[in-house]
T-cell receptor, first 118, second 114 residues
Framework: AQKITQTQPGMFVQEKEAVTLDCTYD???????LFWYKQPSSGEMIFLIY??????QNATEGRYSLNFQKARKSANLVISASQLGDSAMYFC???????????????FGKGITLSVRP | KAGVTQTPRYLIKTRGQQVTLSCSPI?????VSWYQQTPGQGLQFLFE???????NKGNFPGRFSGRQFSNSRSEMNVSTLELGDSALYLC?????????????FGPGTRLTVL
């Protein structure tokens, strides 16, 4: 079974509007972290936001916020006030076993392509 | 602070050859992880090095190997290249002390095997 599922086809959003990118995950580990990365056409993965499984509040970083619904195992990324430079591939990733030993392995979803229209 | 750097950025090799990719982490970061990205398989974890020791390993054949030096720089080697090894190879660094550390990625090395 896939651990990270990103099923949306290519997404389009009008400049200055908000957009939600979906991510569902599967784990039986109670301690995990969820990450979102952005990958422009240049290839570099850019870290956007992090949510720990024990965090009480949804994470926010500037225009990025994470809609974390633990019971539903979803961690959707919300981008507010979209900009043309937001056009890129977006990846949701998970790291398990956060507090049972050092583990750097990230498991990624397949990604979602976001295109921002002027 | 300088980001993660990877060299070379592009490589073209032929089947059967071997290749070495290099990654310099962010200053102060002791963990370096390697990922392979292909259109078919997506992003897959290769291995992680911390303090010159391999700490985690993904599900790749033994042709893929790596090492880390005392200055935390890491190299990845692929021997007996196959067409399917064509991919973007991404290196990521983190402080490495805790699993909650964020990984920061380099620009990648795009390997083409002919």
């Amino acid at each position: 079974a896939q651990k990270i599922t990103q099923t949306q086809p290519g997404m389009f959003v009008q400049e200055k509007e908000a957009v939600t990118l979906d991510c569902t995950y599967d784990t039986s580990d109670p301690s995990y972290g969820l990450f979102w990365y952005k990958q422009p056409s240049s290839g570099e993965m850019i870290f956007l936001i992090y949510q720990g499984s024990y965090d009480q509040q949804n994470a926010t970083e500037g225009r990025y916020s994470l809609n974390f619904q633990k019971a539903r195992k979803s961690a959707n990324l919300v981008i507010s006030a979209s900009q043309l430079g937001d056009s890129a591939m977006y990846f949701c990733a998970m790291r398990e076993h956060l507090y049972t030993g050092a583990n750097s392995k990230l498991t990624f979803g397949k990604g979602i392509t976001l295109s921002v229209r002027p | 602070k300088a980001g993660v750097t990877q060299t070379p950025r592009y490589l073209i090799k032929t089947r059967g050859q071997q290749v070495t990719l290099s990654c310099s982490p962010i200053s102060g970061h002791r963990s370096v992880s390697w990922y392979q990205q292909t259109p078919g398989q997506g992003l897959q974890f290769l291995f992680e090095y911390f303090s010159e020791t391999q700490r985690n390993k993904g599900n790749f054949p033994g042709r893929f190997s790596g090492r880390q030096f005392s200055n935390s720089r890491s190299e990845m080697n692929v021997s007996t290249l196959e067409l399917g090894d064509s991919a973007l190879y991404l290196c990521a660094s983190s402080k490495g002390g805790a699993s909650t550390d964020t990984q920061y990625f380099g620009p990648g090395t795009r390997l083409t095997v002919l």
